[in-house]
C-alpha cells in the first residue's frame, strides 16, 4: 500500500509531520481529518527515483536532469486509456487515480500521479499538462483546452491519438527507408576497414619480398593501408571530433538554417523533406481550426510542428500577415516556398467554409506524395550504394591483382 507523507495543523494551530499508508491521495486525506488535524500538504512517497532537495514532485522536478519524460509510445498509451476512461463516463480525477494505480515501474507513474494531484487541488487538465512539457507539447495541450472549452475532452484525446499515430507512421516510413542503405554502407565499410587492417598488410610483406616495381594503383592502396595501421587512431578521432563539432554547429541558428535550407535543395531528399513537412502542417493545423482554436493560434502551433527551419519561417510570416486581416493561402502562397496546388486547396477551402476539410485533404495528398517519394529514393538510392561499395571492393581486388600479374609476369621472363 502506497506510504504518504504529510503535513498538518492541530485545532491549535501546531504544525505536524508524519507518515502514513492508505490506498490513495483521497484516503490519507480522510484519514489525517480523522485525527482531527488539518492536512496542509499530502505526497506520495517516491521510492523509485531520487529526490532533490524538498518534497514532493514539484521538487523532485525543479532540476531539468530530473524531468521524467513520457516516450512517444508510453504518450500514446496513456492518451488511449484515459480517452477510453472518460468515454466511459469516469470523471477525471477518478480516471487519472484509476491510472495512477497500475504501477508500470516507468517514469510515466510519476507522471500520471502528478497530473492527479494537480486535478485534485483544482487545476485544469490543460493547466496541469503544461507543466510537463516534455511530454506533453504544446499542439496537445491547446487540444485539450479546446476540448475542455467545448466539454468533449475525450473526443478530442480520441482525435489527438489518430494525429500522432499518423506522425508515427510518416517517421517510420521514413526510417524504414534507411535501414537497407545504412546496412550495406556499414558491411561496405566493416569489409574495406578489415582488407585494408589485415589483408594488405599481408600482400605488401610478399610483394617487398620480391623486391619488383609495383603498379601506381598497388602503391596507392598499400599507401592508404599503411596510414590506417599507424594513423587509424588518429583518423577515428579527427572523425568524432568533425561529427561532434558538425552536429553543435547544427544546433545554432545560423546551422540550422543552412543545413535546412540544403534539404530542400537536393533532388530526392527535398520530395521527402517537403511532402513530410506540408502533411504534418496541413494535419495539425486542420485538427486544431476543427476543434476550435483560433487561426493565428493554430499557425502558431502548427509552427513549432514543421521540423525544417526554412517552411517554419515561412509560416511565421504568413502569421505575421494574417494578423493584418488577410487570408492564410495568400500570406503562405506570397513567401513561395510552399507550392501552388498546397495554397490553391486551402483557397477553396477559405471560399467554402470548409477549410479544416480542405486541410485534411491537402494531409491526404501529400502523404500519398511522401510514400511515392520514400519508394522513389531507396529505389535510386540502394544501387547507388551498391555501386560505391563495388568500386572501392573492385579497386582493392585490382590493385592486387595487377601486382600479382606483373609478379608472376617477371618470374616468366
Keep these: ?62 532540476r531539468r536532469s ?74 496537445y495541450v491547446s487540444l485539450i483546452r479546446a476540448g475542455e472549452a467545448s466539454g468533449n475532452v475525450s473526443e478530442v484525446m480520441a482525435r489527438i491519438i489518430k494525429h500522432y499515430e499518423r506522425i508515427q507512421e510518416v517517421k517510420e516510413k521514413v526510417l524504414m527507408a534507411l535501414v537497407y542503405p545504412c546496412i550495406v554502407m556499414v558491411v561496405g565499410i566493416g569489409t574495406l576497414i578489415f582488407a585494408m587492417t589485415f589483408v594488405i598488410p599481408r600482400f605488401t610483406l610478399i610483394f617487398k619480398d620480391m623486391g619488383s616495381t609495383l603498379p601506381v594503383p598497388t602503391r596507392i592502396l598499400i599507401g592508404i593501408s599503411t596510414v590506417m595501421i599507424h594513423y587509424g587512431w588518429l583518423i577515428a578521432i579527427v572523425l568524432v571530433g568533425g561529427v561532434v563539432m558538425f552536429r553543435r554547429y547544427l544546433r545554432t541558428e545560423i546551422g540550422r538554417t543552412w543545413w535546412h535550407g540544403l534539404q530542400l535543395r537536393i533532388p530526392l531528399i ?19 481550426i476543427a476543434n476550435g482554436v483560433p487561426v493565428l493560434d493554430a499557425l502558431a502551433i502548427g509552427e513549432r510542428t514543421v521540423q525544417n527551419s526554412v517552411l517554419a519561417a515561412e509560416i511565421r510570416k504568413a502569421r505575421d500577415r494574417v494578423t493584418d486581416g488577410t487570408t492564410i493561402s495568400g500570406p503562405l502562397a506570397a513567401g513561395k516556398v510552399f507550392p501552388p496546388m498546397l495554397t490553391d486547396m486551402l483557397a477553396i477551402g477559405e471560399e467554402t467554409g470548409d477549410m479544416s476539410g480542405a486541410l485534411a485533404h491537402i494531409a491526404r495528398r501529400y502523404e500519398a506524395n511522401l510514400d511515392r517519394s520514400v519508394k522513389i529514393f531507396t529505389t535510386v538510392l540502394e544501387p547507388i550504394m551498391i555501386v560505391l561499395i563495388a568500386i572501392m571492393v573492385g579497386f582493392v581486388a585490382i590493385s592486387i591483382l595487377l601486382a600479382v600479374f606483373d609478379l608472376t609476369s617477371g618470374l616468366r621472363a
Excluded at 527535398?270 to 486544431?288: E, H, P, V
Design 1 to 62: 500500500m502506497p506510504i504518504f507523507i504529510y503535513t498538518a495543523r492541530m485545532r491549535t494551530g501546531e504544525k505536524v509531520e508524519g507518515t502514513l499508508e492508505a490506498s490513495d491521495r483521497r484516503a490519507a486525506l480522510l484519514h489525517i481529518e480523522r485525527l482531527g488535524q488539518m492536512p496542509v500538504k499530502v505526497e506520495e512517497k517516491l521510492a523509485e527515483l531520487p529526490r532533490s532537495k524538498g518534497t514532493g514532485w514539484r521538487a523532485l522536478f525543479a
Design 66 to 139: 530530473q524531468r521524467p519524460r513520457m516516450g512517444a509510445r508510453d504518450l500514446l498509451n496513456f492518451t488511449s486509456e484515459l480517452s477510453d476512461l472518460l468515454a466511459s463516463g469516469m470523471k477525471l480525477g477518478n480516471a487519472l487515480n484509476t491510472l495512477s494505480h497500475r504501477r508500470t515501474s516507468t517514469v510515466s507513474d510519476l507522471i500520471v500521479r502528478a497530473l492527479r494531484d494537480e486535478i485534485i487541488r483544482g487545476t485544469s487538465l490543460s493547466d496541469a499538462m503544461a507543466q510537463f512539457k516534455e511530454t506533453f507539447p504544446t499542439l
Design 270 to 288: 527535398r520530395d521527402i523533406i517537403t511532402s513530410s513537412a506540408f502533411s504534418q502542417f496541413a494535419r495539425t493545423l486542420g485538427m486544431l
